[in-house]
């Protein structure tokens, strides 16, 4: 059978494309590349980042069962490769590639390789097969594990027609790809408490040399503790921003209640913060000062930035998803 079929015939049984919370999408925020925002993102909806597979979990594997895998009642786990990366808890949002043969003659019935994209699967909330929520937490990002559900565990005495049988142990091979939800650019309550550093709005100076500055210019104004921001991070801000010729015009994170969440060095925001951001650290406070070429450019953003116009933020890097 199809394995897009599949995984839609085992929505009853549990082994399924799972659905997070969500949110609602916000109106523009000042940094971002156009005047739309997204809600967050939802566990295996919209399109799965593409990624690199380590060597070791690049093709697809080949199952062989065993007597003792049709006799299992219980969860049997192997690790074939140990992972390197975060480890997959029991309420992830994993991306994974697997493979699920019948244990009493090694059938294959489902596999994502075939589709040749990993899926993503929640975690304990009961919306996958219970011997996915017992035998993969524990794993590793990179890491590839056998898992011998007994059909207690899987789809008990009813199984899943066409292709698995009643009373039907399974075994699946499963490569852990990446756990977590993709970073959608949109607005979020920045968690609390702030480090007293960075627990109140800044002020935002603006000089002469801003108005002309035909470069990204940054000033730390607090070195952050936390990690060096890097790109594929999903960074939440708060920030000030000020027209460099007409510090009156102002905007803030701080005003709405919210700051900005986004993918850094995806596009989601201006270039002049991708190239702002560069070195810092959570915990910390930047001024960054962006020429029009780096924002808005001749365009500008009606009608708070006009056109050719130099910006001045202050962003502080609160906290990564």
Not at 22 to 31: L, M, T, V, W
Not at 241 to 262: I, N, Q, Y
Request: aromatic residues 4%; negative net charge.
């Amino acid at each position: 059978m199809k394995p897009h079929a599949r995984l839609v015939a085992l929505v009853t049984g549990a082994l399924v494309l799972a659905a997070a919370a969500c949110g609602s999408s916000e109106s523009a925020a000042p940094a971002l590349t156009s005047t739309t925002t997204q809600a967050p993102a939802k566990c295996g909806q919209g399109k799965i980042p593409a990624a690199t597979l380590p060597p070791a979990i690049a093709e697809k594997p080949q199952i062989e069962v065993t007597r003792a895998d049709a006799r299992a009642t219980s969860i049997k786990t192997e690790d074939l490769v140990e992972g390197t990366g975060a480890e997959v808890k029991a309420d992830d949002c994993l991306t994974a590639n697997y493979v699920g043969v019948l244990a009493a003659d090694g059938k294959e019935f489902d596999s994502s390789w075939d589709k040749k994209t990993p899926k993503q699967f929640q975690l304990g909330s009961g919306q996958v097969i219970p011997g996915w929520d017992q035998g993969v937490p524990g794993m590793k990002v990179g890491g590839r594990r056998r898992v011998t559900i007994p059909a207690a565990l899987g789809y008990g005495a009813q199984g899943q027609p066409p292709d698995i049988p009643p009373n039907a142990n399974l075994v699946f091979v499963v490569d852990a790809v990446d756990v977590g939800l993709p970073c959608t650019v949109g607005t979020e309550a920045v968690p609390t408490p702030l480090p007293d550093a960075i627990s109140q709005k800044p002020e935002v100076s603006v000089s002469p040399e801003d108005e002309s500055a035909t470069e990204v210019r940054t000033e730390d104004l607090v070195v952050g503790t936390g990690p060096e921001i890097k790109a594929g991070d999903c960074l939440v801000t708060n920030y000030v921003r000020a027209v460099a010729s007409d510090p009156s015009k102002t905007e803030s994170s701080w005003d709405k209640g919210k700051g900005l969440r986004f993918e850094v060095g995806s596009g989601q925001v201006i270039q002049g913060w991708e190239q702002g951001l560069a070195g810092m650290k959570v915990g910390g406070r930047r001024e960054i000062v962006v020429p029009a070429a780096l924002a808005y450019g001749s365009k500008g953003a009606a009608p708070d930035i006009p056109p050719d116009a130099n910006l001045v933020f202050v962003v502080d890097a609160v906290a990564l998803k």
